[in-house]
């Protein structure tokens, strides 16, 4: 009655090892490295190419920052103030979803003095909001309509590309031309050329263009809108690339 244990024991210790040696198996195959000829030469290149576009997308912060003896009157104005803005926003035609409250606070403000502890004079509430114009065309009137209605913190814009990916795919062919070229340079050099591509892995970024600070205004302009130029945009793709060379 007591050898069903020591077999089920057994069955499971050899059933442990046949999945250890498997998966040791499967471990040592994946890390293998690629076969090389015995006169091959690994070549290691890295190259990189941009694309540039003109942004399509601009965000900007905005807000209103009131101040008054109380917390409730600084906030009670603020919303007043935001209200205006945020209904010269809808206005301008920017969607709900483009625009995002990024903060709200009420702050005390204190005098100072030698020899005393600070003293409360005040209080000041902000509250800013994160705004997407998705039409740059749009973006000096935008501008313009939130000084006009109390907006008095205006940030930015910074510019970005809505749909990147087609730059990056140029971006990335180039590239590796640009490895491919390199390779064909150094093989030519050696008197070798290139038998293959071993192995290629890839890099990248966004280089947006500057963001142009906005100096606040008292009051809206009455002439011509702010001026915006959003510059061009540098998409990247950077590529390592490992050949093979041989005669």
Do not use: W
Request: net charge positive; proline share 6%.
């Amino acid at each position: 009655m007591f050898r069903r244990p020591h077999r089920l024991s057994r069955i499971l210790s050899a059933a442990f090892a046949a999945a250890l040696v498997s998966g040791l198996a499967m471990t040592a195959s994946a890390q293998t490295p690629p076969t090389i000829a015995n006169d091959g030469t690994l070549l290691s290149i890295s190259a990189e190419a941009r694309a540039t576009r003109v942004p399509d997308i601009a965000t900007l912060s905005t807000g209103v920052v009131t101040q008054a003896v109380d917390a409730n009157a600084a906030l009670r104005e603020n919303t007043e103030r935001m209200s205006k803005v945020v209904a010269a926003i809808k206005a301008a035609g920017i969607a709900e979803r483009d625009v995002q409250t990024t903060g709200i606070s009420i702050n005390p403000q204190y005098r100072y003095a030698d020899n005393q502890p600070p003293t409360i004079t005040g209080y000041q509430a902000h509250n800013t909001l994160n705004v997407k114009v998705r039409d740059i065309a749009k973006l000096g009137k935008v501008l313009d309509a939130l000084v006009a209605v109390g907006a008095n913190q205006v940030n930015g814009p910074s510019f970005e590309i809505d749909n990147p990916e087609e730059a990056y795919d140029e971006a990335r062919v180039a590239a590796i031309k640009k490895a491919q070229h390199r390779a064909e340079l150094y093989a030519k050099a050696l008197g070798l050329r290139v038998r293959r591509v071993v192995s290629i892995n890839e890099g990248g970024g966004y280089t947006p263009p500057v963001p142009m600070p906005m100096m606040m205004r008292a009051q809206a302009m009455e002439t011509a809108d702010t001026p915006v130029s959003p510059g061009e945009s540098s998409l990247s793709a950077t590529v390592g690339v490992v050949f093979e060379l041989g005669r």
